[in-house]
């Protein structure tokens, strides 16, 4: 697929110190996690469609559900 979006490392690393460290597992890559999720969100797609090169499609929905979804509710 030639229209994925990847997220720059250099864009990537102003928001790194924002991303929670992890405590027993290591996270899998932030960077293509957070380059699934706005891929997601701006082709209106869902978590399940999202291509083989974000996957797990697991990782990008918690990450999404966890901090954004979940800090907006509380």
Same mark, same amino acid.
């Given at each position: 697929? #030639?229209?994925?979006?990847? *997220? #720059? =490392? #250099? =864009?990537?690393? *102003? %928001?790194?110190? /924002?991303?929670? =460290?992890?405590? =027993?597992?290591?996270? @899998?890559?932030? $960077?293509? @996690?957070? #380059?699934? %999720?706005?891929?997601?969100i701006r082709k209106?797609?869902?978590?399940?469609?999202?291509?083989r090169e974000y996957?797990?499609?697991?990782?990008? $929905?918690? $990450? /999404?559900?966890?901090?954004? %979804? *979940?800090?907006?509710? *509380?």
């Amino acid at each position: 697929m #030639s229209d994925l979006f990847w *997220l #720059s =490392r #250099s =864009r990537f690393l *102003l %928001i790194e110190p /924002y991303f929670p =460290r992890a405590k =027993r597992v290591p996270h @899998v890559d932030d $960077q293509r @996690v957070v #380059s699934g %999720i706005t891929h997601v969100i701006r082709k209106g797609l869902r978590w399940h469609d999202a291509p083989r090169e974000y996957r797990p499609h697991t990782a990008p $929905q918690k $990450q /999404y559900h966890a901090h954004v %979804i *979940l800090p907006k509710a *509380l």
